[in-house]
């Protein structure tokens, strides 16, 4: 009878935890569509060089603020967008956050071929679904 008691209890306890976990996602609209205003694919910048990003039929909201069809951008460097979309974003060296609504940025870079794309993420860096990215650009460093 305890066992059963358990067994019920941990399953109360981690149903919400589950439910909550799984609800992180938000939708987006279809026609939805973020891109680069700056650099241009295929352009040669200097080491350090300005990021715009520009974002259609939705709105930027920064980390934290859940509203509908709104997110804020991430920048990939040199990696493919996550295979698990379901999940928070990591924030590393090749996945830049910026959580606070920033709409443009200064990357430096070394020098070579580097490959840039634009993620949008909602108010806890969970993409979108569907996934909101941006053509993959690769631009050439001085």
């Keep these: 009878m305890n ?3 358990m067994t019920l209890l941990s ?3 981690i149903a ?3 439910a909550f976990a799984q609800d992180m996602s938000s939708a987006a609209p279809d026609n939805a569509e ?3 205003i700056e650099p241009a694919d295929g352009a040669t910048v200097e080491g350090t060089f300005r ?7 939705m709105g930027v909201a920064p980390a934290g603020v859940e509203r509908d069809k709104t ?3 991430h920048l990939l460097i040199n990696t493919d967008v996550p295979s698990d979309m379901s999940k928070p974003l990591p924030a590393t060296d090749q996945v830049k956050h910026f959580g606070g609504g920033q709409t443009e ?6 020098p070579g071929k580097h490959t840039l794309q ?4 909602n108010y806890a860096h969970v993409p979108h679904s569907p996934a909101v990215a941006s053509k993959k650009i690769t631009i050439t460093v001085k």
Excluded: D, Q, W
């Design 71 to 73: 997110g804020h951008h």
């Design 3 to 5: 066992r059963i008691k």
């Design 51 to 57: 990021v715009a990003f520009g974002l259609r039929n």
């Design 11 to 13: 399953a109360l306890l």
């Design 105 to 110: 940025t200064e990357v430096t870079l070394p």
């Design 118 to 121: 634009l993620l949008l993420g």
């Design 16 to 18: 919400p935890i589950s």
């Design 34 to 36: 973020v891109y680069f």
